[in-house]
C-alpha cells in the first residue's frame, strides 16, 4: 500500500525581551545556573505576576507578519503538570483565547509553492531545564530559564514531507529573526519544535494515529527524525501493528525515535483561566502602530533582490534566510552601488561564507564591515587583484578589518597587467613546453589552461588571467 506522510509543527520561539515574562528577572542565556531567579518564577506561594508588554508587541508583530488574526482580548490559562523544572507545578499558557489565530506561511520546495496553515499562536513562560549527571549519577534542575517569554506557533497538518516541514521551519525562522522577536538562536534553544507526525494511505481522508517527535533542536534534525519517523509507522503498519499516539524521542547519536511516554491530550492538563491574571486588552491604535512599523518580511525582500537587482533565486534564497547575512549584503551593495549587487552578493555567498564557516565564526565575530567587503569586490572588479588572490586574502581581512586595497599594495599583491611582463613570461613558457605547443596547434586545445596555469605560477599568481589569455591566443596562433 502507498502512503502519505501528515505532519504538522509547534514550534517554540523565546522572545527577545530583556526580562521575563511575567517578573523582572533578565533573559540573558548562558548565566551561571540559579542566578536570574526572583519568587515570582520560582513559584513562590503568595507571588503574583506581572505582565511584560514587550512580549506582547512580539507575539502581536509575529501574528501580523504570517497574516494572522489578532485577537484585542486574549487570556491566560494554568496548564498543569509536574516535572521538576517547573516550579509552580503549572505552567502559564493560553487555551481558549490565544493572542493570534488562523495564520498562514508560504513555502517553497522543489520550484513549488504551497500554504501552510498557522492555528495559533500564543503566548506562555518557559520551564527551567533539567541537567543530568552521568558521572555523579544525579541530576539538577537550573530555574534561569524558567519564566522566559515564548511563543508556541502552532501548524495545521498541512505538510506531507520532511522536507517541506524543514522548508517551513526555514521560511518561519527568517521572518522571527527578521522582525528582531527573536535571535532565532536553535543551539541555545530560543527556536525549537516538536513534530506531530502520522501517515495514512494515499486518497484517504481521515488521518492516522500520530506520534509527537521531540529533542529536535536543528534543522538537520527535523529532517532525519521526520523522515525515519515516517518510515517506521509504515513498517509498523506493513507488519500489521497498529500505531501507537505516544512522545518519541529523536536520538541524534543513532538517528532513530524512541519512545518516551504516552502522548497526552489536553484535557489531561485541566486548563483552567489563570485568576492572578487579568485578560489581555490590545488597544486598536497600538494594535495599529505595531502592524504599520513592521520591516519588510523575508519573502518580500527575496521578490525585490530577485526583480530588482537579478539575483539568482538561489541566492535570493540564502541570503534572506538569515537577517544578518541579509543586513551586510544589503549594507555592501550601498556602499558600492546597486548596479554591482550581483558581484557583492558572489562575495558575501562565496568567501565570507565560507571563511566564516571555516573559522566557526559568525558575523557578529568579524572585524570586516560591509564597506570593506565592498571594496574587496570592487578592486577585483577594477582588475587591481584577481578573485584568486581575494579568496586568498579574505580570512585575514575578515579578521583584521583592514583596508583591502591598501592591504594589497603593502603586500605587493597587485594583479600585473603590464603586457610586455606578461608576454616574455608567456614566451618563457611555450619555450619550454614544445610538446604541449605542437599539440595544441594539433587541436588539443584545452591545453589553454595549462599554458595560463604555468604563466600564473611563474608570475605567483598576480597576472591578469585576461591579459595572459590574450597573449596566449598571440602567440599560439
Not at 520561539?13 to 551561571?32: D, Y
Not at 604555468?454 to 599560439?476: C, I, K, S
Request: aromatic share 6%; hydrophobic share 40%; glycine share 6%.
Amino acid at each position: 500500500m502507498e502512503y502519505e506522510a501528515v505532519i504538522g509543527l509547534e514550534v517554540h520561539v523565546h522572545l527577545a525581551t530583556r526580562s521575563k515574562l511575567f517578573c523582572s528577572c533578565p533573559t540573558v542565556f548562558g548565566s551561571e545556573p540559579n542566578t536570574n531567579v526572583c519568587e515570582v518564577c520560582a513559584g513562590m506561594p503568595g507571588v503574583l505576576p506581572v505582565l511584560n508588554e514587550k512580549a506582547v508587541e512580539h507575539a502581536v508583530r509575529l501574528g501580523y507578519a504570517v497574516d494572522c488574526t489578532i485577537n484585542n482580548d486574549s487570556v491566560f490559562a494554568r496548564k498543569n503538570y509536574f516535572y521538576p523544572d517547573l516550579p509552580k507545578g503549572y505552567q502559564i499558557s493560553q487555551f481558549e483565547k490565544p493572542i493570534c489565530e488562523h495564520g498562514r506561511l508560504n513555502i517553497s520546495v522543489d520550484g513549488k509553492s504551497r500554504e501552510i496553515g498557522i492555528t495559533r499562536i500564543h503566548l506562555e513562560d518557559d520551564a527551567g531545564k533539567n541537567i543530568h549527571s552521568a558521572a555523579e549519577n544525579r541530576s539538577y534542575v537550573d530555574l534561569n530559564r524558567a519564566g522566559v517569554p515564548l511563543v508556541e506557533i502552532v501548524s495545521e497538518p498541512d505538510m506531507r514531507s520532511a522536507d517541506e516541514a524543514v522548508a517551513y521551519l526555514k521560511a518561519l525562522h527568517a521572518i522571527v529573526t527578521h522582525l528582531g522577536v527573536s535571535d532565532g538562536n536553535m543551539e541555545e534553544g530560543s527556536f525549537r519544535c516538536d513534530a506531530n507526525v502520522s501517515i495514512r494511505p494515499v486518497g484517504q481522508e481521515a488521518f492516522g494515529t500520530r506520534t509527537e517527535l521531540k529533542n529536535l533542536n536543528s534543522f538537520r534534525h527535523v529532517q532525519k527524525a521526520i523522515e525515519y519517523e515516517i518510515q517506521r509507522q509504515q513498517d509498523e503498519l506493513e507488519d500489521g501493528h497498529p500505531i501507537v499516539q505516544e512522545t518519541r524521542l529523536f536520538d541524534s547519536a543513532k538517528g532513530i525515535t524512541q519512545s518516551m511516554r504516552s502522548k497526552e491530550e489536553a484535557h489531561d492538563y485541566r486548563y483552567f483561566p489563570d485568576p492572578d491574571l487579568i485578560p489581555i486588552h490590545i488597544d486598536p491604535e497600538k494594535l495599529k502602530f505595531w502592524k504599520e512599523s513592521l520591516p519588510e518580511l523575508p519573502e518580500a525582500r527575496r521578490s525585490r533582490f530577485i526583480e530588482q537587482w537579478k539575483l539568482p533565486p538561489a541566492d535570493a534564497d540564502t541570503l534572506v534566510s538569515d537577517s544578518g547575512l541579509c543586513a551586510f549584503f544589503e549594507a555592501a551593495v550601498q556602499a558600492w552601488k546597486p548596479e554591482q549587487a550581483r558581484k557583492v552578493a558572489n562575495m558575501v555567498l562565496g568567501p565570507l561564507l565560507r571563511s566564516l564557516n571555516q573559522g566557526g565564526m559568525s558575523l557578529a565575530d568579524a572585524a570586516m564591515k560591509p564597506a570593506q567587503l565592498a571594496e574587496l569586490a570592487r578592486i577585483v572588479d577594477s582588475g587591481l587583484i584577481s578573485s584568486k588572490i581575494a579568496h586568498d586574502i579574505f580570512p585575514e581581512l575578515l579578521a583584521s578589518g583592514q583596508s583591502p586595497e591598501e592591504y594589497v599594495k603593502s603586500k605587493g599583491l597587485a594583479q600585473v597587467s603590464d603586457t610586455s611582463a606578461i608576454d616574455e613570461e608567456v614566451l618563457a613558457v611555450l619555450a619550454e613546453n614544445p610538446a604541449e605547443v605542437e599539440a595544441y596547434k594539433g587541436g588539443k586545445t584545452k591545453l589553454i589552461s595549462f599554458f595560463v596555469g604555468q604563466v600564473m605560477r611563474r608570475m605567483r599568481g598576480r597576472a591578469n588571467p585576461a591579459v595572459v589569455n590574450e597573449a596566449l591566443a598571440r602567440h599560439l596562433k
